[in-house]
């Protein structure tokens, strides 16, 4: 439809004004048109007249081309009439609206790989201890080279008997001997003891572990000579009762209370060690490779802490004086003696307590043939060392003291001297 003519001369008007007025130079037309919104609105009507009108101006045509046409045309110039360029120039840009949902993001995907750090490093730490055989030089305690105390005899050619087992409860020493048979050079049977043929019977076992993790470190288990089960039978139902020879069900929770707590547990073992004629080992096997020197930091630091809690709290002058002092090097020195400084999964240690009091440490490897290695005469060092076992509030095998207390309390309800003949 034909334009209406006096719209026609508006048009033709305000074309003429713009080339003559407001358009001095063709450099600075991008300018203006990108400052005044008017100006473009006024072009966009004049690309819309292009098509009725015959008499253009040649800058009035440049002016009037199709913005389609422009956009193929390299040009920091923004396109004339453009609706999408106005949009862009006045609405809030993307970035400004989800800045927070961005940061919120980001921080969930740095917390995610955090968590997937700690996750794995925990793991590749378990796995380094748990399978890693332990190869780094431990602290020597300042104990000497060698060990002052010469290597003891060989035990060879020991008859196989067959023994009957109980399990342990782990895969890696899944079984211990419910008998083992063991050299007592001061038992009353001397010919018997040389040898090995003096039986002690598993009393309670358990696994030693460590840390949070609950890494397992070797199974002990502990045995009592045959012969001596009376004496220790007595020793405990004579806490209770002065006079008893067995206890009733009322006497024999009590001691089991006495026996699973912290002070009372130390008292009581510690008056039954203390008077000897109780022949004891136990009986100690890895779960993992380790060595001597790992396992004597061990006792030293359980000793050590039972050496200062005797000493201080309970004021046990016995425990500060000189000739302990000396002992405790002794003890130091002990595993210094032994065979070899690795001790593998399945190998055996081997800590025996004699009537006397006197600590043995020997070896047994996997043919079943004994090494004695060292021996301390203070009966002190063998009796802290079974206490760490056997009480305190934090024993070295919570497992294995409740094992025990399980076995001697089959002991206690049967009448005194009675035991050692029912034991199969």
């Known amino acids: 439809m034909p334009l209406d003519l006096s719209y026609i001369k508006v048009v033709h008007a305000v074309q003429d004004f713009v080339v003559s007025n407001l358009v001095p130079s063709i450099g600075n037309l991008s300018d203006i048109m990108q400052q005044s919104p008017l100006r473009t609105l006024v072009s966009r009507h004049v690309c819309s007249c292009r098509q009725t009108h015959n008499i253009v101006h040649p800058l009035t ?5 199709s913005t389609v046409r422009a956009r193929n045309v390299p040009s920091n110039i923004a396109h004339i009439g ?40 925990t793991v590749a730490m378990f796995g380094a201890v748990y399978f890693w055989p332990s190869e780094t030089k431990l602290i020597r305690h ?49 010919a018997a003891a040389e040898r090995g043929e003096q039986e002690y019977c598993l009393v309670g076992l358990g696994i030693r572990t460590v840390s949070f993790l609950g890494i397992q470190v070797y199974v002990v288990g502990m045995y009592v000579a045959l012969p001596d089960i009376d004496t220790l039978q007595e020793r405990l139902i004579r806490t209770q009762d002065s006079v008893a020879t067995t206890l009733v069900p009322g006497e024999k929770g009590k001691l089991r209370d006495a026996l699973m707590s912290g002070d009372e547990s130390e008292e009581i073992w510690n008056a039954v060690l203390k008077d000897g004629n109780i ?17 004597k930091d061990g006792f030293l630091k359980q000793v050590t802490a039972k050496t ?21 090097n002794d003890f130091k020195a002990l595993f210094n003696a032994a065979p070899r400084k690795q001790l593998p999964k399945g190998e055996i240690l081997l800590l025996t307590r004699d009537a006397k009091g006197r600590l043995n440490a020997w070896y047994e490897d996997p043919k079943g043939v004994r090494t004695k290695f060292g021996q301390i005469e203070d009966e ?11 009480s305190g509030k934090n024993p070295s095998s919570e497992g294995a003291r409740k094992s025990i207390v399980d076995g001697v309390m089959e002991y206690v309800e049967r009448p005194v001297g009675t035991v050692a003949t029912q034991v199969v």
């Open 308 to 328: 200062q809690h005797f000493a201080g709290r309970r004021n046990d002058k016995s425990f500060s004086d000189e000739s302990f002092g000396s002992s405790m």
């Open 380 to 390: 002190r060092i063998s009796r802290l060392v079974w206490l760490q076992y056997l």
């Open 61 to 65: 045509r440049s002016l009037a081309s």
């Open 82 to 121: 453009s609706a999408e360029d106005l949009r862009r120039r006045y609405l809030p840009k993307p970035d400004e609206v989800d800045r927070d949902k961005i940061a919120f993001a980001e921080l969930r995907k740095r917390n995610r790989r955090a968590t997937i750090g700690i996750i794995a490093c």
């Open 142 to 190: 300042d104990a000497p080279p060698q060990s002052p105390i010469p290597r003891g005899l060989l035990e060879q050619g020991m008859e196989k008997r067959e023994i009957e087992t109980v399990e342990t409860g782990t895969s890696s020493v899944p079984t211990f001997p419910k008998s083992i048979f063991m050299s007592e050079l001061d038992s009353g049977n001397k």
């Open 279 to 295: 022949r004891s080992v136990f009986r100690i096997v890895p779960t993992r490779n380790t060595d001597f020197s790992h396992l």
